[in-house]
Every structure is written in C-alpha cells, then in structure tokens.
C-alpha cells in the first residue's frame, strides 16, 4: 500500500517555465489538496478537490491550476514559474463523504516535492 | 488573517522534561483540532485529535488540552524523547469547510539528549 505519491521529489525550473506536479494516492479517498510549506509560513491551502471533476480554490491558488479526472490523481500545475512559488509542495488526501467519521479522518500527507524556481 | 496562533516557533527541551505547544483560533466555528508531527523529509502525519465537547485528550505521552472559553488548545509532551525531534503543527477545520484544515505556522521541537 504506497499511500500517496508524489513526484518528482526535486525540481529546479528556470522562471517563465511550466511543469507539473504529480500526485496519485490508492487509497480511495475522495477528497485530495495540495500545500505548500515555506519556512515561518506554515502549510497553506492551494487547491482542493472533494471528488473526480471538483476542484476549489485554497488559500493560495495564484499561479497555479489543477483537475481532477480520476479519484486517484490529482495534478498541480505551475503556468509560468516564479521565483515566488519556490517552496515544498504537499499533495494530501482523506476520505470523505459527509459521515462524522469521515469528517475527523486523517490527512495523508506525501512527502513532498522540493521546487525551486531560479 | 491568520485563524490558527501557533506559539512558539522553536522549542527546545532537555530529554525526560516536558514539552508545550500553544494554539489559539479565532473562529468560533471550528470544531475539529488535530495535530500534526512533520520529520525531515516527510510530509505530516496525524498525532492526535480533539473536539471541542471534550477539555483533554491523552495518547501515551501526548496530551491536547482545550479550552473552549478561551479559544485555546496546547499540545503537551511528557517525559520528552530525542526521537520527539520534529516540527509540529496544530490545525482546525469546521463543518462547514469541505474537510478544508487550517493549519498553524508550526513549532520546531529538539529535544537534547
């Protein structure tokens, strides 16, 4: 059972370029997020999905889009990168489904890629 | 607007003491307080968790206390170990936020051997 998976694990892009991030996880989970970590700033809230063709808007959505065409993956993309998305980015995913047991389910973090935009 | 306080940023405690980590919120709806433990190099995993019809929770050597007047909730670490070195993030979510969890900015333990 792999969780969730995310790649690459490094990344260094040149401003101006696009790429994309991938996360997959094979738990079945309805809802996945992507975060992004930078020092002192904690963990903000990019995108979200509750479910295969549902996306949302987080905290933090500039610069980034996302889609969700299966439960499995759930890709970030970077349009144009800026110096400014330099960060580490979290793909996370939980059960879902409106029970209270879903709602107190965990997040499932993967372990990040490290992207830095020069 | 920061909703969740976290405080401090660093801690740092000798090996056997105890370890406390501060949350405050700010709105009254949320009503779900977990917390995270990240390692070098990994993503968060899940700690411990509270709701706010209850003012403690205890898990071996972790401990949430809430305080639901106050609006605020602490992550406590008994007989602290040097394999409790990490950072560690209190969260909140409300019902009414599809399962969104707003995250502090996160406290960096190191516990001294």
């Known amino acids: 059972n792999a969780g969730v998976t995310q790649t690459p694990k490094f990344q260094v892009l040149k401003t101006g370029q696009s790429m994309t991030l991938q996360c997959a996880q094979d738990?079945?989970?309805?809802?996945m997020s992507w975060y992004r970590q930078d020092p002192g700033m904690g963990l903000r809230l990019i995108h979200y999905?509750?479910?295969?063709?549902?996306?949302d808007q987080g905290e933090v959505p500039n610069g980034y889009n996302v889609s969700r065409s299966t439960t499995e993956d759930f890709p970030l993309r970077l349009l144009s990168a800026a110096p400014s998305q330099t960060s580490v980015y979290f793909c996370?995913?939980?059960?879902?489904?409106?029970?209270?047991?879903?709602?107190?389910?965990?997040?499932?973090f993967g372990n990040g890629t490290r992207l830095t935009v020069t | 607007q920061q909703q969740v306080k976290q405080s401090p940023q660093s801690l740092i405690v000798q090996k056997g003491g105890i370890s406390i980590i501060n949350c405050a919120y700010e709105?009254?709806?949320?009503?779900?307080f977990p917390w995270y433990q990240q390692f070098p190099g990994k993503g968060p995993a899940l700690l411990i968790a509270?709701?706010?019809?209850?003012s403690e929770k205890k898990e071996g050597r972790f401990t949430i206390s809430f305080n639901k007047s106050a609006k605020q909730f602490s992550l406590h670490i008994m007989d602290s170990q040097p394999g409790d070195s990490a950072t560690y993030f209190c969260?909140?979510?409300?019902?009414?936020?599809?399962?969104?969890?707003?995250f502090g900015k996160g406290t960096l333990l190191t516990v001294n051997p």
């Open positions: 709105n009254t709806a949320f009503d779900y």
């Open positions: 509270i709701r706010p019809d209850v």
């Open positions: 738990m079945n989970h309805e809802y």
């Open positions: 999905s509750v479910g295969a063709g549902i996306t």
């Open positions: 969260a909140a979510k409300s019902g009414g936020s599809n399962y969104k969890l707003t």
């Open positions: 996370a995913s939980s059960y879902s489904g409106g029970r209270s047991v879903a709602y107190n389910s965990p997040l499932h």
